[in-house]
């Protein structure tokens, strides 16, 4: 059997989903990755933003997380994740996270979200 391109990119995307438990949002659900993703918010977002469920953002201006979604879909932040967050915002510092944390921050992000 030869492979056409178009088999090979279905066979590809097959691999993809199969390899992350993703929910319809595209972002992880695996405990491992909420919990690694609260971990790296509570030590590198929380003195500007609230990070939890009902906690006040220390900055005003600095969004609370769990509203992140209701101005724009998270998968949205996945690049600005992994090449570097610049907001318009003088007080809040470039970041920018290896794949893997961005995934743990989006997994927990999900999970926080107050629809
Ligand atoms: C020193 C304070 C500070 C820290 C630390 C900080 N932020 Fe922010 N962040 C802000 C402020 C202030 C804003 C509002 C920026 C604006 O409105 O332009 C903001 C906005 C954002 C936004 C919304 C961007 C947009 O375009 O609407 C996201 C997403 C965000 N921050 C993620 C993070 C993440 C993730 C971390 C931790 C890795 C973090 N921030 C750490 C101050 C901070």
Known sequence: MRLNSKSAGLMIAGLLLAG???NA????????????????AETQCSRCHAVGVD???????AP???????????????????EGIVT??????E??????DVTALLAYLGSIQDH
Do not use: Q
């Open 64 to 82: 609370a997380f769990r509203d992140l979604a209701k101005h724009y879909p998270l998968e949205a932040l996945e690049e600005s994740l992994a």
């Open 95 to 100: 970041f920018s996270f290896a794949s893997k």
């Open 20 to 22: 992350t438990a993703v």
């Open 25 to 40: 949002e595209g972002l992880s659900k695996d405990p491992r990755d909420i919990a690694i993703g609260k971990e790296l």
């Open 55 to 61: 906690d006040e953002s220390v900055l005003d201006e």
């Open 88 to 93: 318009a915002h003088e007080d809040m510092p």
